[in-house]
């Protein structure tokens, strides 16, 4: 089953979150079918930026959505 859901990059002290479409099985840091945008905590207000069409269309397909993901999109006033 695909996940819509957050794939963390950074260094130790400096999270960054790419937002990614992956099987749910695999690692979080294994391989994505697609990325779709990308969160930085520490940006505040302009740090999230995602392909809502994107989203969209993996999520017709069949793709489930994280709860965190859910949350920042909620956050972001976007309907998902």
Do not use: C
């Amino acid at each position: 089953m695909l996940t819509i859901r957050l794939m963390r990059t950074g260094k130790k002290s400096r999270p960054y979150f790419r937002i990614v479409a992956q099987e749910s099985k695999r690692k979080v840091q294994g391989a994505y079918q697609e990325s779709l945008g990308h969160y930085d905590p520490r940006d505040g207000a302009n740090g999230l930026k995602i392909n809502l069409d994107k989203v969209k269309s993996w999520k017709a397909k069949g793709a489930s959505i994280s709860p965190t993901v859910r949350a920042l999109l909620k956050r972001a006033a976007v309907a998902a």
